[in-house]
């Protein structure tokens, strides 16, 4: 397994500690985690990528209680999961994949001030935080809209705003962009990197590029943790990539295949730019 | 797109009925339904149907939007009226044609039961008219609430309501799209008779429900992410606050329920 | 000939204005466009799912009002945006068999074309297998299947990657190559320009639910590179200053010319 010591940008110990963790479904003859060990720090940001069933969504899932491990321990804070899932789960929010399917409510504030009910939370302080969510992803206006008249990107934004006004440390988010098109996917990150402030991130998704701003990236392949490394380096290995069938959107791979360094280099103009520059000076 | 008008008859405008706690809608309705069942003169019914009357004005509902309502309903009020009519022996002889005899007993008891059935329907209609869906859920929770203690699950039917209605028009939508992509497989679902036409809907009615059943497994996640753990605990957002119009409004349908007995 | 022509206006929003188009045999017909430009409903027209309020749709020269409509979408094939949650048959076999059999096709004839097709997607292992318990890349391929296998000349997928991940996206797109070598001839709707471009012969922009680029993928991304794929807007940037860079539009040809560039 390919490590980094480069990734370790935070420093202390882990708040988030998995050692071991092994998991199969139940209808399942091949396990969807086996012998996964891993830590995250207070406040890092950390990507987790892989091929489809590599056991990325089961890991999450371990994360907040929704699935309990078959071996190994999994610590959050100083809580286990499987015992104390909602203890765990004031501290941990979660944004899934399907944006259908994770609101509740007939209207937008009512979703939002879903989990603040659930904490029993009084009404005058469950209207502030709503109102402060809501305003917190650009939903102002939205307030009595009913979920199916809204577009894919809004439907995130809305179960985004239910978390922030959770306010939890961590954040564990499901592949949240991959239901949607380029412009809500471009939309809920922007408020992802607006809000992400100085919580702790466990990032699952296919879109690398959406990774780019992390500390460490994580890679889950067939239940094993593939590699542990930082962004630069995961862009950079091409046999890696190929192995774990990781894919990179046009600019980074026309970026790779000039052997131009990737991690600089996200929009086609600074791809352009940085080979008008090259170009220029070659020509000198 | 799916029906702007919702589900269930709502009419959204303004109106002093609108205005009312549904809580205090839901019970005098239910005053009104029993007195419905418990008057027994012509005269009684006859007042009934007046205070109905005003209330269908004072809900600024267009009554067009009631007589909807009791198309439904119209065969089997016309079956009654003529069941009665046909068959009754009470009172004098109207008309007689051999087996079959027309008495007054038979047009009063068939005029009685067709009235009070349109009556229902109506009392039901102005409380759905007036009041929100979501709101009607809330008002049921509430009232059924104490029943909580016998260990009446009035929260989970009240959660189960507005789940419901969160996802209805979405159900809808899918439906929609499931029966488009297998028209475009050659199933048409117009075409065919009667038996073709419902063999037809399985291809519709399958993936639907399997979708729906993944749904609720998700939805089920996310609630429990964001601390689900049934009712225990939880507050409402939403609020329904009972007011002075709404104890006159409790304390009118009392008086319209101890009419309707004693005349 | 193989020819699907369309004109047509629809709607009491306008969705559509004016929109002619002409579907040429073996080719795959790109068409983008942003949300609400009206790309779905367009290409609904094209096996009259939609009927349009002014204008008609030719197939082959005949107006397609006048075919039979199981005719009509046998010949046009249409694939909708997660068309996987239509999957309703106990078996991959059974729910792919589907189609053909609603055509009144003979039993050997349904199996053969279930088999092929099946083999055509690359997932002939999977025909015993229940589609509800399928991977996301392995239902989607069953349900494009399932129209396949009625034999149409002109398929149309909408937004046939969407949800995908990058790996599986790029098996869906050598499909749908492979389609267009054996004779099929391909109509796909994406907002994913970048995969447009990978694919497609020519490219129709749709805006507002008017036809604003009609013509090569060359000529349409060329014209306005601001809103056009990833690749071509490197390039366009770099074309003022060093014009031999060319108008690549695919990443292998968008590659080999930037190297060029930097004399690698």
């Given amino acids: 397994m390919k490590n980094s010591d480069e990734g370790a940008r935070r420093s202390g110990p882990p708040i988030v500690f998995c050692e071991s963790l092994t998991y199969s479904y139940p209808a399942s003859t091949r396990p969807a985690l086996t012998d996964v060990t891993f830590g995250l720090r207070a406040g890092e940001y950390v990507g987790v990528v892989g091929p489809n069933g590599g056991g990325k969504s089961t890991l999450v899932r371990l994360l907040n209680g929704l699935l309990r491990a078959d071996s190994g321990s999994v610590r959050v804070g100083s809580l286990d999961p499987a015992t104390e899932p909602y203890l765990v789960r004031r501290r941990v929010g979660m944004l899934f994949q399907n944006p259908d399917n994770g609101l509740v409510a007939p209207f937008v504030e009512d979703d939002v001030a879903f989990g603040l009910e659930n904490l029993g939370i009084e009404r005058e302080e469950m209207r502030e935080r709503v109102r402060e969510a809501i305003l917190a992803v650009g939903l102002q206006g939205y307030e009595r809209r009913e979920p199916h008249t809204l577009s894919g990107g809004e439907k995130q934004r809305v179960a985004l705003a239910g978390l922030i006004a959770l306010d939890p440390e961590i954040l564990l988010l499901d592949e949240p962009t991959s239901m949607l098109d380029a412009s809500g996917r471009r939309e809920v990150m922007e408020r992802l990197e607006n809000l992400r402030g100085e919580r702790t991130v466990l990032h699952v998704t296919h879109h690398i590029e959406e990774l780019l701003d992390s500390d460490r990236i994580l890679v889950l392949n067939a239940g094993r943790l593939a590699a542990d490394v930082s962004p630069e380096q995961l862009l950079s290995d091409a046999s890696l990539l190929r192995e774990n069938r990781l894919t990179l959107p046009p600019v980074l791979r026309l970026a790779a295949g000039l052997g131009l360094g990737t991690a600089k280099l996200r929009t086609p103009e600074e791809l352009a730019r940085e080979i008008g520059e090259k170009s220029g000076a070659r020509a000198r | 797109m799916a029906a702007t008008r919702g589900i269930g008859q709502f009419y959204p405008v303004a109106s002093p009925l609108h205005a009312l706690d549904p809580r205090a809608k839901i019970l005098a309705t239910a005053a009104l339904v029993v007195g419905l069942f418990l008057v027994d003169s012509v005269a009684g019914l006859l007042a009934l149907a007046a205070v109905l009357a005003l209330l269908v004005t004072a809900s600024r509902v267009p009554p067009g939007e009631f007589l909807r309502l009791l198309r439904?309903?119209?065969?089997?009020?016309a079956l009654t009226v003529v069941f009665q009519v046909l068959f009754s022996r009470e009172g004098s002889t109207l008309l007689d044609w051999g087996f079959l005899e027309v008495h007054t007993g038979g047009l009063r008891?068939?005029?009685?039961?067709?009235?009070?059935?349109?009556?229902?329907?109506?009392?039901?209609?102005?409380?759905?008219a007036t009041t929100a869906p979501?709101?009607?859920?809330?008002?049921?929770?509430?009232?059924?609430?104490?029943?909580?203690?016998?260990?009446?699950?009035?929260?989970?039917?009240?959660?189960?309501m507005t789940i419901a209605l969160r996802f209805i028009p979405t159900l809808d939508e899918e439906a929609q799209k499931i029966t488009r992509a297998q028209a475009a497989r050659g199933a048409d679902l117009s075409e065919g008779g009667p038996l073709r036409r419902v063999r037809a809907t399985l291809p519709v009615l399958v993936p639907l429900t399997i979708g729906a059943f993944r749904?609720?497994?998700?939805?089920?996640?996310a609630m429990e992410s964001r601390g689900y753990r049934g009712g225990e605990g939880r507050t409402r957002y939403r609020e329904l606050r009972f007011r002075a119009s709404d104890a006159i409004a409790l304390a009118a349908a009392a008086g319209v329920l101890a009419g309707g007995?004693?005349? | 000939m193989r020819h699907v022509y369309a004109q047509n206006t629809p709607f009491e929003v306008e969705a559509l204005k004016g929109v002619s188009l002409a579907v040429e045999p073996d080719e795959v017909l790109g068409i983008v466009g942003g949300t609400g430009s009206g790309k779905s409903t367009l290409v609904q027209h094209l096996n009259l799912l939609l009927e349009p309020t002014g204008g008609h749709v030719l197939v082959d020269g005949a107006d397609a009002r006048t075919l039979a409509k199981n005719e009509l979408r046998r010949r046009v094939g249409l694939v909708f945006q997660f068309p996987e949650a239509a999957l309703f048959a106990p078996?991959?076999?059974?729910?792919?068999?589907?189609?053909?059999?609603?055509?009144?096709?003979?039993?050997?004839e349904v199996r053969g074309r279930v088999r092929e097709t099946l083999a055509l997607l690359g997932a002939a292992h999977l025909a015993e297998r229940s589609p509800h318990a399928l991977s996301g890349g392995e239902k989607r391929r069953v349900a494009i299947a399932g129209v396949l296998a009625m034999g149409p000349e002109v398929l149309v997928l909408d937004e046939p990657t969407a949800g995908l991940d990058p790996a599986t996206r790029e098996d869906l797109l050598d499909v749908v190559r492979g389609l267009k070598v054996s004779g099929t001839t391909v109509v796909m709707v994406s907002h994913d320009l970048d995969e447009i471009a990978e694919v497609a012969d020519r490219v129709c922009l749709l805006d507002a639910g008017e036809v604003r680029a009609l013509g090569t993928p060359s000529e349409v991304f060329y014209a306005s590179p601001a809103a056009a794929p990833?690749?071509?807007?490197?390039?366009?940037?770099?074309?003022?200053?060093?014009?031999?860079?060319?108008?690549?539009?695919?990443l292998d040809e968008t590659l080999a010319a930037l190297k060029v560039l930097l004399g690698a």
């Fill in chain 2, 72 to 77: 439904p309903v119209a065969f089997i009020v």
């Fill in chain 2, 109 to 128: 008891m068939g005029f009685f039961l067709a009235l009070r059935i349109l009556l229902l329907v109506s009392a039901a209609g102005i409380l759905t």
């Fill in chain 2, 134 to 160: 979501l709101a009607l859920a809330d008002g049921i929770e509430d009232l059924l609430s104490p029943l909580q203690r016998l260990r009446f699950p009035a929260h989970e039917v009240a959660m189960m």
């Fill in chain 2, 215 to 221: 749904r609720a497994d998700e939805l089920a996640e």
């Fill in chain 2, 261 to 263: 007995i004693l005349l």
């Fill in chain 3, 91 to 108: 078996t991959v076999e059974e729910d792919v068999a589907f189609a053909p059999r609603q055509l009144g096709l003979g039993e050997a």
């Fill in chain 3, 230 to 250: 990833a690749t071509v807007r490197v390039a366009s940037l770099l074309r003022s200053s060093h014009p031999e860079v060319g108008r690549p539009v695919r």
